[in-house]
Every structure is written in C-alpha cells, then in structure tokens.
C-alpha cells in the first residue's frame, strides 16, 4: 500500500532509503503515478486514463446537459399540467424508459437507426474509417452523428428518473404558502413558476448531480461496449476481463473522484438555488 501511495517507490529499483538501487525513486499516486498495465508494461495507467477520460468526457457532460434539460423541461410541464392527457403519457412513457435495461436500449437503437433499419445514424465507434481525410467542418460532424446515439442511451434512464424527482419537488414548491402569495399578488402564472417556484423545487435534482456524474464518467461500461467506444467504461471492463490490477484501481480511484466533485457542485449550486445557503 506504501508502495502504492509514494512518494518513495519501494520496489528494487526504488529510493535507495529502503534499500533500492536509485534508478526510479520517485512514484505512487502521490506523484501522479498509477503504474503501468501488466501486459504492456509501456503504457502507463496515468496516460492511458487520460486519453480514455477525453473520449468518455464529452459523452457524459453532453448526458448531463441532455438529461437535465429534458427532466427539468417535462418535471416542470408535468407538475403545472398534472393529471391531464399529457402528463399522463409523459409519466407512463418515462416509467417504460426507467425500465428498459442500457444494453438492449442500445441494441433496439442500433437496430431501428443503423444500417439494418432506417440507416440514419452510424453505431458503432466515433469516427468512419475514412474520417481522418475529411475536412474541419465534415469531420467535426461526423464525431457528432456518431455521438447521438450513445448520449441517447446514456441519458435516457437519467431523465426519466430526474423528471420524476423534479415533478415531486415542483408539485411541491406550488403548493407552498410564497407561491399563494405571489398568485395573490396578480403575477402572471409563467413568473410565479419560472421565478418563485423553480429554484426550491431543483434542490433534490442537484442532490442527485453526485451520483449521475461518477455514473456518466466511470460507469458508462454498457453504453461503450454496445457502442464500440474507447472510454473510460470500455478501458474498466477491459481490465477486469485481464485481471489488469492497476488499472482497475486507477478507475476505481476516478470515480471516487469524480463523487466528491459531484458532491461539491451540488452543494455550490444550492447557493444558487436556495438564498438562505450562503458559504464562508
């Protein structure tokens, strides 16, 4: 475990205080160093968790944003117009969404958007083969179509399960006794829910910001594996398959991470949201 954290690299060629040659005496995770994989003792843990992390990043900031903005959109339309037509659909058709399982969600999306359907959407990989000869532009549009897809597989049990919380805390914020007051005022209704009732009602959505985000980044291994991306979950699964120790800490190591980041988000944004929360 020593060894493990650093500074002092304790193996036989490490510091020469616990008896090493001296060659390397520097490493741990205290100095940025994770190891290297087993069966390519060249690639370092530390770079290769880089280069995954700037596949996987983009794919799970584009989830949050899409499964945000489509919970807090549908929660809000659903508490204003609750019990009508729509948000009956709309409740019935997340709750079937809540329940389809990530991978065959993927394969359906495959199926029905790939070549063997509508041929719409590439599935597999994020770039054509030929993609290095296009231009800027063309180039740049094909990592996109080929983002579609898996951002859709990824989000959608997301902002089923967000839209639910946020329907519950807007139903709630419209009940209280400054939303009577501000409807008793005259105010038109889109500013007594947009401006009086929204900020108190997205207080339990942000609680949630610090379990979707290490789920996104460290835990998207179904989507990448159905998809064909080399990510962060790809690069896991691999390693567990291989018994490729280090870098299975290493991932282990980000996702921890990447919860105590998405912890200290969502206790900044309840300053945003909430007035009463001030920090010192």
């Keep these: ?39 390519r ?45 729509a948000d009956r659909l709309g409740t019935s058709l997340f709750f079937v969404l809540y ?24 599935v597999l990989g994020l770039h054509d083969p030929d993609a290095r000869s296009l231009g800027t532009l063309a180039y740049a549009l094909d990592y996109l179509r080929h983002l579609v897809l898996p951002v859709l597989c990824t989000s959608y049990v997301s902002f089923a399960y967000l839209s639910r919380q946020m329907r519950t805390g807007m139903l709630e914020a419209l009940q209280a006794d400054y939303v009577r007051t501000a ?3 005259g105010l038109p209704e889109k500013v007594v829910v ?24 460290g835990g998207s291994i179904v989507v990448e594996v159905v998809f064909n991306i080399p990510g962060m979950g790809k690069y896991a699964f691999d390693a567990l398959n291989l018994r490729e120790y ?8 980000l996702s921890a991470l990447m919860t105590v980041l998405g912890i200290l988000l969502s206790d900044l944004a309840y300053a945003w949201a909430d007035p009463r929360i001030r920090y010192e």
């Design 246 to 253: 280090n870098v299975i800490m290493g991932t282990v190591l």
């Design 99 to 122: 329940a389809i399982p990530t991978f065959w969600g993927g394969l359906l999306l495959q199926l029905a958007l790939g070549r063997t359907g509508l041929g719409w959407l590439p």
């Design 41 to 85: 003792p060249q690639i370092s843990v530390a770079s290769e968790i880089g280069r995954r992390l700037a596949v996987s990043l983009p794919l799970a900031l584009l989830s949050i944003l899409f499964s945000y903005g489509v919970a807090l959109a549908f929660g809000i339309f659903s508490a204003v117009y609750r019990g009508s037509l």
């Design 194 to 217: 947009l401006k009086h009732a929204l900020r108190n009602s997205l207080l339990p959505v942000l609680t949630l910001m610090s379990s979707i985000l290490p789920i996104l980044i």
């Design 1 to 39: 475990y020593l060894h493990y954290l650093g500074p002092f690299d304790l193996g036989p060629e490490g510091h020469p205080w616990f008896g090493g040659r001296g060659e390397s005496p520097w490493g741990g995770l205290l100095v940025g160093d994770l190891g290297v994989e087993f069966r």
């Design 183 to 185: 409807r008793a005022k």
